[in-house]
């Protein structure tokens, strides 16, 4: 009995230990269509058939591998039913998200960004949810560069925009412009259970605001209880 009991105990410690595999989430929040293509790195395996169509304000829910991944995500516009022939996002310029997951006990931990590197096609932001702790902002771009790319970088009859790097970073600091640029908020993200990202969000809600918006909330039900309480 002794020993079926210690058996018991050993697997409920082992799955208290398992990691959860790291959800990831793509929204659309455009006024039109978007078909995710989601490209693993070299070597690791592909988490997507990348033909999904996602209409306004369609999700898209992926499982990470419950060891490691690494890629990218963009949002292809103007595709045809199968998928092909997009306007946009199959190939530069367009804006890319990067993702890297380490799922694995005391190591779990998340690293993204958002990179203009190779242009940009539509707005993007990712930000983590649920994590275990450190420091994860949300980081992107939610202004539509294209509204007014210089005209001597427009591509794809405007729906997308080359740069400069110049006009990228000060329209959207929280992104990367350059190989060597990294954003001036720092990340050290851990155990995430979701990694989102949103196509066409309209604002950035930085660590401070999100903050004082649950400073103000806090504040507003001390005030009614008081009301309710009088």
């Given at each position: ?21 790291t959800t990831l989430t793509i929204h659309n929040l455009c006024p039109h269509p ?17 033909t999904a169509r996602l209409d306004p304000n369609a999700l898209l829910s992926l ?41 694995g006990g005391n190591l779990d931990r998340a690293a993204y960004s958002v990179s ?115």
């Amino acid at each position: 009995m002794a020993g079926a009991l210690a058996f018991v105990l050993v697997l409920l410690a082992a799955a208290a230990g398992a990691s959860t595999a790291t959800t990831l989430t793509i929204h659309n929040l455009c006024p039109h269509p978007v078909w995710p293509l989601v490209t693993p790195n070299s070597g690791l395996p592909s988490i997507s058939d990348n033909t999904a169509r996602l209409d306004p304000n369609a999700l898209l829910s992926l499982s990470f591998p419950s060891t490691f991944w690494a890629g990218r995500v963009a949002a292809r516009t103007g595709c045809d039913a199968a998928a092909s022939g997009c306007w946009t996002g199959a190939a530069p310029p367009a804006t890319v998200v990067q993702v890297t997951v380490h799922d694995g006990g005391n190591l779990d931990r998340a690293a993204y960004s958002v990179s203009l590197v190779d242009g940009f096609n539509v707005p993007a932001v990712v930000t983590p949810h649920a994590a275990a702790g450190g420091q994860c902002p949300a980081l992107g771009c939610a202004a539509d560069l294209n509204c007014d790319c210089p005209p001597a970088q427009r591509a794809a009859e405007g729906a997308a925009c080359l740069g400069p790097p110049g006009f990228f970073k000060s329209r959207c600091p929280l992104t990367r412009t350059t190989p060597t640029d990294v954003e001036p908020t720092p990340q050290s993200c851990r155990a995430p259970g979701e990694i989102k990202v949103v196509f066409c969000q309209a604002t950035i809600v930085t660590g401070a605001a999100a903050a004082a918006a649950a400073a103000d909330a806090a504040e507003a039900m001390v005030i009614r209880s008081i009301v309710a309480d009088s």
